[in-house]
C-alpha cells in the first residue's frame, strides 16, 4: 500500500533515552511521537494511529503498561516493551500483553532501530492490514474512522466506502461503476454516474482537498477516480536546485520574504514528525516557535529570518530550541541566501542541550 513513512509512538519519561531513540528513528525515516507522559501517548495512539508503539513499561512507576494495553486495544498495534529490570516476570506479561519484542534498558540504539522498521515492514505487508495512511489523511477501516492530521473527519457511509475502495486500490483507477457498487446497498435512491461525482465533491470538501491540485483523489476524465498518489509539488526554486537541497541530510526549509515555508526536504519531514503538506504554505514561526537558550520567544526583530531577509549574509550556527512534533527540541540554526529574490534556507541541526555553542551531528 502507498503510504507515508512508518509512523512511531514512543511513550518513555526516561530523558535520556527518549530523545536519543526519537533522533535515531527519524535519521532512519520514521515519523515519531515522541510522548514523556502516558496521557499524551494514550492520545497520539488514538489520533495518530500509528504502525508501531514502542511503550517503556516503567514509566510513571509502571503506568506504561497502559500504553500497552491502548496499542492492542486500537487494533493489535505493533508493540515493542521497554523494560528497566530485566526479569522473566516483565517478559511474560509484556508477551501476555499482546507485546511483538522485550527490549532491555539500556539497549543499543541502531538494533531498537532494526527491529521497528522490521515490525512496520511487517504491519505493511500484513493481507489483513485495516489502516491505511497517505499525506496526513488516516482511514482506519475496521473502526470505520477517518482523521485528518489528527483531526477527526465525519463522513457519510457513502463517502467512507468510496474512500476506503481508492485506499484499497492503491492508486489504480476505479471505474465509476465500481465505485457505484460499492454504495449501492448504502443510498435510498437508485445509485448513478452523477451520484458518484456528487458524493465524491462532498468527500474532498469534507478533506480539503483541491480537485486542480489533488493532494488526496484524483478525477481520470472519461473513467472515474483513483487515490492521488503524489502531492502537490513544492515552489519550483529553479536551475535544479530542489534536487540539491531535496538531497541534503540537514534539515532543510526554504522561506520567501514573508517567512512563509515554500519547500522543505525529507530531513526536515523527520526531524519536525510532520509531513510535507504540513509545511509548506505555514510560516515558520507558526511552525517552529523559536525560542532561545533561555526560553524567550525568537520574534518581531529578535527574528532571525528578519535579520537576514534585507541582506545578503549568512547567519550560521545559531543556538535555538524549536517545535518538533509535541516537544521543543535544542537545534542550531543557519540561515543564508537562495538567490536575489529574497528566498532564504534555513537549515537545522540537533544540537546536544548542554551545548548551547554547537558540536551538533547531522540531522
Given at each position: 500500500?502507498?503510504?507515508?513513512?512508518?509512523?512511531?509512538?514512543?511513550?518513555?519519561?526516561?530523558?535520556?533515552?527518549?530523545?536519543?531513540?526519537?533522533?535515531?528513528?527519524?535519521?532512519?525515516?520514521?515519523?515519531?511521537?515522541?510522548?514523556?507522559?502516558?496521557?499524551?501517548?494514550?492520545?497520539?495512539?488514538?489520533?495518530?494511529?500509528?504502525?508501531?508503539?514502542?511503550?517503556?513499561?516503567?514509566?510513571?512507576?509502571?503506568?506504561?503498561?497502559?500504553?500497552?494495553?491502548?496499542?492492542?486495544?486500537?487494533?493489535?498495534?505493533?508493540?515493542?516493551?521497554?523494560?528497566?529490570?530485566?526479569?522473566?516476570?516483565?517478559?511474560?506479561?509484556?508477551?501476555?500483553?499482546?507485546?511483538?519484542?522485550?527490549?532491555?534498558?539500556?539497549?543499543?540504539?541502531?538494533?531498537?532501530?532494526?527491529r521497528v522498521l522490521a515490525l512496520?515492514s511487517r504491519a505493511a505487508r500484513?493481507?489483513?492490514?485495516?489502516?491505511?495512511?497517505?499525506?496526513?489523511?488516516?482511514?482506519?477501516?475496521?473502526?470505520?474512522?477517518?482523521?485528518?492530521?489528527?483531526?477527526?473527519?465525519?463522513?457519510?457511509?457513502?463517502?467512507?466506502?468510496?474512500?476506503?475502495?481508492?485506499?484499497?486500490?492503491?492508486?489504480?483507477?476505479?471505474?465509476?461503476?465500481?465505485?457505484?457498487?460499492?454504495?449501492?446497498?448504502?443510498?435510498?435512491?437508485?445509485?448513478?454516474?452523477?451520484?458518484?461525482?456528487?458524493?465524491?465533491?462532498?468527500?474532498?470538501?469534507?478533506?480539503?482537498?483541491?480537485?486542480?491540485?489533488?493532494?488526496?483523489?484524483?478525477?481520470?476524465?472519461?473513467?472515474?477516480?483513483?487515490?492521488?498518489?503524489?502531492?502537490?509539488?513544492?515552489?519550483?526554486?529553479?536551475?535544479?536546485?530542489?534536487?540539491?537541497?531535496?538531497?541534503?541530510?540537514?534539515?532543510?526549509?526554504?522561506?520567501?520574504?514573508?517567512?512563509?515555508?515554500?519547500?522543505?526536504?525529507?530531513?526536515?519531514?523527520?526531524?519536525?514528525?510532520?509531513?510535507?503538506?504540513?509545511?509548506?504554505?505555514?510560516?515558520?514561526?507558526?511552525?517552529?516557535?523559536?525560542?532561545?537558550?533561555?526560553?524567550?520567544?525568537?520574534?518581531?526583530?529578535?527574528?532571525?529570518?528578519?535579520?537576514?531577509?534585507?541582506?545578503?549574509?549568512?547567519?550560521?550556527?545559531?543556538?535555538?530550541?524549536?517545535?518538533?512534533?509535541?516537544?521543543?527540541?535544542?537545534?542550531?540554526?543557519?540561515?543564508?541566501?537562495?538567490?536575489?529574490?529574497?528566498?532564504?534556507?534555513?537549515?537545522?541541526?540537533?544540537?546536544?542541550?548542554?551545548?548551547?555553542?554547537?558540536?551538533?551531528?547531522?540531522?
Amino acid at each position: 500500500m502507498l503510504s507515508e513513512p512508518a509512523f512511531v509512538v514512543v511513550a518513555s519519561d526516561d530523558l535520556r533515552a527518549l530523545p536519543a531513540l526519537r533522533d535515531a528513528l527519524r535519521v532512519a525515516g520514521a515519523q515519531v511521537a515522541a510522548c514523556k507522559h502516558v496521557g499524551v501517548a494514550l492520545d497520539a495512539i488514538t489520533f495518530h494511529v500509528p504502525t508501531v508503539v514502542v511503550a517503556d513499561v516503567g514509566m510513571e512507576s509502571g503506568r506504561g503498561w497502559d500504553v500497552v494495553h491502548a496499542a492492542r486495544a486500537a487494533g493489535r498495534l505493533s508493540t515493542i516493551v521497554l523494560d528497566r529490570l530485566g526479569d522473566a516476570g516483565t517478559r511474560r506479561a509484556a508477551f501476555s500483553a499482546g507485546a511483538d519484542e522485550v527490549i532491555r534498558l539500556p539497549c543499543d540504539l541502531d538494533e531498537l532501530t532494526t527491529r521497528v522498521l522490521a515490525l512496520a515492514s511487517r504491519a505493511a505487508r500484513g493481507a489483513t492490514a485495516t489502516v491505511y495512511r497517505l499525506h496526513g489523511l488516516i482511514i482506519d477501516v475496521s473502526a470505520h474512522a477517518v482523521r485528518l492530521h489528527g483531526r477527526p473527519i465525519v463522513l457519510t457511509a457513502q463517502q467512507f466506502a468510496i474512500l476506503a475502495a481508492l485506499f484499497e486500490a492503491n492508486g489504480v483507477v476505479l471505474p465509476r461503476e465500481r465505485l457505484l457498487a460499492r454504495i449501492e446497498a448504502l443510498d435510498d435512491e437508485p445509485p448513478s454516474e452523477r451520484a458518484i461525482d456528487l458524493h465524491v465533491a462532498r468527500l474532498r470538501r469534507r478533506i480539503g482537498d483541491d480537485a486542480k491540485q489533488p493532494r488526496y483523489i484524483e478525477a481520470v476524465y472519461g473513467v472515474g477516480y483513483r487515490l492521488a498518489t503524489d502531492a502537490p509539488g513544492p515552489a519550483q526554486l529553479g536551475d535544479s536546485a530542489e534536487d540539491v537541497l531535496a538531497a541534503l541530510p540537514d534539515a532543510l526549509l526554504v522561506i520567501d520574504a514573508h517567512r512563509t515555508i515554500r519547500f522543505a526536504n525529507e530531513a526536515a519531514t523527520r526531524l519536525l514528525a510532520r509531513p510535507h503538506t504540513e509545511l509548506r504554505g505555514r510560516t515558520c514561526g507558526e511552525l517552529l516557535e523559536c525560542t532561545d537558550c533561555a526560553g524567550t520567544t525568537l520574534d518581531g526583530p529578535r527574528c532571525f529570518a528578519r535579520a537576514l531577509l534585507p541582506g545578503a549574509t549568512a547567519l550560521r550556527d545559531l543556538p535555538a530550541r524549536i517545535r518538533a512534533g509535541d516537544e521543543h527540541v535544542p537545534v542550531l540554526l543557519t540561515y543564508g541566501q537562495v538567490r536575489a529574490d529574497g528566498l532564504v534556507t534555513l537549515q537545522i541541526r540537533p544540537r546536544a542541550e548542554d551545548d548551547p555553542k554547537g558540536s551538533a551531528g547531522p540531522a
